[in-house]
């Protein structure tokens, strides 16, 4: 489908000011699923805009925020460099756990107030994101969260104080979860793995689980970690869980 993928909405979220959603969506009459995609630490960046106008382009109404709002002025982009990965990083560590959940109850919110929303909800993240498209997706408004090789869920280490619940409150969760994996990826290794899938099986979540032979990040298109095939693979999975699940 043709898009619309250079609008955005600013919206308050309570104590912590206006947050800028970028905005991707067919451009033809209707309404569709409504997707809140979650970047990585860098933000709404080439490679996640990219990712986002690809899911949109298959029939979603896709919002991307910006994570860090609270910390840079509307529309910063990070770099992928050291300098880039180094603020993001802290970033991610001085952000309260609470913030990040409200930023994710106003994005679906904004989706669900949408002409071209129908009210069907899903999630989607990659690293960073991952973790945030899972916690987003505690809120029974969620029916569907796609989590891509996201940190710190098993150890327990995000935001301020690097202490989350998001192991803790996994009874909570009502949408279906697709949990996807680098095999090479070294911030969640083998047995921080473990601890997440063996929590989905305590709680008996309804969830599907794919390990690949990946690195870390090998969704975004840029850098040497990409791999083209299995990113093809990726959105085939993705969309036929968002297919099952959104309808």
């Known amino acids: ?73 509307a529309g910063t982009v990070l770099n992928y460099d050291q300098a880039g990965t180094d603020r993001g990083n802290a970033l991610k560590i001085a ?13 679906l919110t904004a989706l669900l107030d949408h002409p071209a929303c129908n009210g069907r909800l899903g999630t989607f993240g990659v690293c960073l994101g991952g973790h945030l498209a899972y916690r987003a997706g505690l809120d029974p408004r969620v029916s569907a969260a796609a989590c891509f090789y996201p940190t710190d869920i098993h150890s327990g280490t995000l935001g301020e104080g690097r202490s989350d619940d998001s192991l803790a409150r996994m009874a909570e969760l009502k949408a279906e979860t697709l949990f996807v994996w680098g095999r090479q990826d070294p911030h969640v290794p083998y047995a921080g793995r473990a601890v997440i899938r063996t929590r ?48």
Not at 228 to 238: G, K, S
């Open 200 to 247: 989905l099986e305590e709680i008996g979540a309804s969830y599907e689980w794919h390990e690949l032979n990946a690195q870390h990040a090998f969704l975004r298109d840029e850098g040497p970690r990409y791999d083209p095939a299995l990113f093809l693979q990726a959105m085939a999975m993705t969309l036929g869980f968002y297919r099952r699940t959104l309808g």
């Open 95 to 107: 952000k309260p756990v609470a913030a990040y959940d409200a930023d994710a109850q106003a994005g």
């Open 1 to 73: 489908m043709i898009l619309h993928s250079d609008e955005t909405l600013d919206v308050d979220v309570p104590h912590g000011g206006a947050m800028r959603i970028h905005l991707f969506r067919p451009a033809v009459e209707g309404r569709f699923p409504g997707i809140l995609l979650f970047s990585e630490i860098y933000q709404v960046t080439a490679p996640i805009r990219r990712l986002a106008a690809m899911i949109a382009g298959n029939g979603y109404v896709v919002a991307v925020p910006e994570v860090y709002h609270e910390y840079e002025p």
